[in-house]
């Protein structure tokens, strides 16, 4: 089955002990991008990635980092997280070539909730 | 750059009747435009798109939305509301001729009540 897999789907940690949540996805997209979501702002992105070894940041990427180093996994890494990164994240994948590219969407995670106290 | 708007973060429908989201967007190139939903507990997915080619885009679930380039809007619509469309609905732009790069509104949450 084609998904994006996110894990863990929920996490409570503490002020600045590093955290990663991994994104996996089964589908050979080239794109992969994190999210965050807040109530009252929707979805915002953190960084994106057009394929392996290429990264860039979307419009909240302070506090976090990123890496792809194989085309099916996009790890998000909190190296020292604070409670303002309390959210709900989600991976996104989407095809950039090929047939599928013209269908233009963009495929969801189930979401991570991230609590830091 | 791209933006959009949602009006309304809250919509309150009674089942059977028409249900009206509203998006507007700005943006200086031509657009493709999206709305998403989100279930409780769940990830988005999409619920129709326009690129190019005709302006009235149906989507799944009996949903639709028609793109007006002159109001730059492209409000979501459906008849006849049902208790299961209770969700958040997400309107999102792009302009780079893939779906990457979505520039995501604020959402609306929908509430269906008998």
């Known amino acids: 089955e084609a998904q994006v897999t996110q894990n863990p789907r929920y996490l409570i940690t503490v002020t600045g002990k590093k955290l990663t949540v991994t994104c996996s996805q089964n589908?050979?997209?080239?794109?992969m991008s994190w999210y965050r979501q807040d109530p009252g702002l929707g979805l915002r992105q953190i960084y994106y990635?057009?394929?392996?070894?290429?990264?860039d940041k979307g419009d909240v990427p302070e506090g976090y980092k990123v890496s792809r180093k194989e085309k099916r996994n996009f790890p998000l890494i909190l190296e020292s997280p604070s409670p303002n990164q309390t959210s709900l994240y989600f991976c996104?994948?989407?095809?950039?070539?090929?047939?599928?590219?013209?269908?233009?969407?963009?495929?969801f995670g189930a979401g991570t909730r991230l609590s830091v106290l | 750059a791209q933006s959009v708007t949602q009006l309304g973060s809250h919509v309150s429908v009674s089942e059977g009747a028409l249900v009206l989201l509203r998006c507007n967007y700005s943006s200086s190139v031509p657009p493709y435009l999206f709305w998403y939903v989100q279930y409780p507990n769940q990830g988005l997915q999409l619920l129709l798109k326009y690129t190019t080619g005709a302006t009235l885009v149906k989507g799944i679930n009996g949903f639709e939305a028609e793109f007006k380039k002159s109001e730059t809007s492209f409000h979501l619509t459906k008849p006849s509301a049902h208790m299961s469309d209770a969700a958040e609905y997400f309107c999102a732009v792009t302009t780079t001729g893939t779906a990457s790069k979505l520039t995501f509104g604020t959402g609306t949450r929908l509430q269906v009540t008998l």
């Open positions: 996104a994948s989407s095809p950039l070539t090929g047939p599928q590219s013209a269908k233009n969407i963009q495929y």
């Open positions: 990635s057009m394929n392996v070894e290429v990264t």
């Open positions: 589908m050979n997209h080239e794109y």
